[in-house]
């Protein structure tokens, strides 16, 4: 007897599949994939990271709440983003993904002034993950813990840079600002789904770590 359709149904989220994400990191044209993509379980094809609204057309001009989510509904304007909580339940064909953002409040009108989003998504086994731009995608934060709660993990990967000695840490974000939770549908109970964007020129894009 063969449980596993019923099961996979029944999940919290997508499966949680790391063998698989390091496969597909180490293709050129599909280690672009980032947060955005991964939290609505997508692998994307091509050069660049897909960032909000480019699906709708218009990515976003301004990295706050408001902003984002609502480009993130343009773009997903048939699956119903929703707001939701840590705690709600769901109902079935659903899950959650969490937002947050980093004001980067220190470095303010500066030259090095660099805000920044990022994603995490809660898979079927009820823990969280998340892809950080193109490195490989993970179930553990900033200290290497593993992720049950996404506004207790923690999301200072400035701070984690700078611990492991390395100098390149002007890229790296503590992402203190939470967005919200939300609730999406789920686009496969088996897997990734690989897309193309057709995106607007690049002469009209900006530089992005996500």
Same mark, same amino acid.
């Given at each position: 007897?063969? @449980?596993?359709?019923?099961?996979?149904?029944?999940?919290?989220?997508?499966?949680?599949?790391?063998?698989?994400?390091? =496969?597909?990191?180490? *293709?050129?044209?599909?280690?672009?994939?980032?947060?955005? &993509?991964?939290?609505?379980?997508?692998?994307?094809?091509?050069?660049?990271?897909?960032? %909000?609204?480019?699906?709708? /057309?218009?990515?976003?001009?301004?990295?706050?709440?408001? *902003?984002? !989510?609502?480009?993130?509904?343009?773009?997903?304007?048939?699956?119903?983003?929703?707001?939701?909580?840590?705690?709600?339940?769901? %109902?079935?064909?659903?899950?959650?993904?969490? @937002?947050?953002?980093?004001?980067?409040?220190?470095?303010?009108?500066?030259? &090095?002034?660099?805000?920044?989003?990022?994603?995490?998504?809660?898979?079927? +086994?009820?823990?969280?993950?998340?892809?950080?731009?193109? #490195? =490989?995608?993970? +179930?553990?934060?900033?200290?290497?813990?593993? !992720?049950?709660? %996404?506004?207790?993990?923690?999301?200072? $990967? =400035?701070?984690?840079?700078? /611990?492991?000695?390395?100098?390149?840490?002007?890229?790296?974000? #503590? $992402?203190?600002?939470?967005?919200?939770?939300? &609730?999406?549908?789920?686009?496969?109970?088996?897997? %990734?789904?690989?897309?193309?964007?057709?995106?607007?020129?690049?002469?009209?894009?900006? +530089?992005?770590? +996500?």
């Amino acid at each position: 007897m063969n @449980l596993k359709p019923a099961d996979l149904e029944k999940c919290m989220g997508p499966l949680w599949q790391p063998k698989l994400w390091r =496969e597909i990191n180490k *293709e050129e044209y599909l280690k672009h994939t980032n947060c955005y &993509s991964y939290a609505f379980n997508y692998i994307d094809y091509g050069d660049e990271k897909l960032q %909000p609204g480019e699906i709708h /057309g218009t990515k976003y001009k301004k990295t706050t709440c408001d *902003e984002i !989510i609502q480009k993130v509904k343009n773009d997903y304007v048939n699956d119903d983003v929703e707001k939701t909580s840590l705690q709600e339940k769901l %109902p079935e064909g659903r899950y959650k993904v969490s @937002l947050f953002i980093d004001m980067d409040k220190q470095r303010k009108d500066t030259d &090095s002034h660099d805000q920044d989003y990022h994603f995490y998504r809660q898979d079927c +086994n009820g823990t969280w993950s998340h892809k950080p731009g193109t #490195n =490989e995608a993970t +179930n553990k934060d900033a200290s290497g813990n593993a !992720i049950t709660n %996404p506004e207790n993990a923690d999301r200072n $990967y =400035e701070k984690k840079c700078k /611990g492991e000695g390395r100098k390149d840490c002007g890229e790296e974000h #503590n $992402y203190q600002t939470l967005c919200g939770y939300f &609730s999406v549908p789920k686009n496969s109970f088996h897997g %990734p789904v690989t897309r193309f964007v057709e995106r607007e020129s690049k002469s009209n894009k900006s +530089n992005d770590t +996500n």
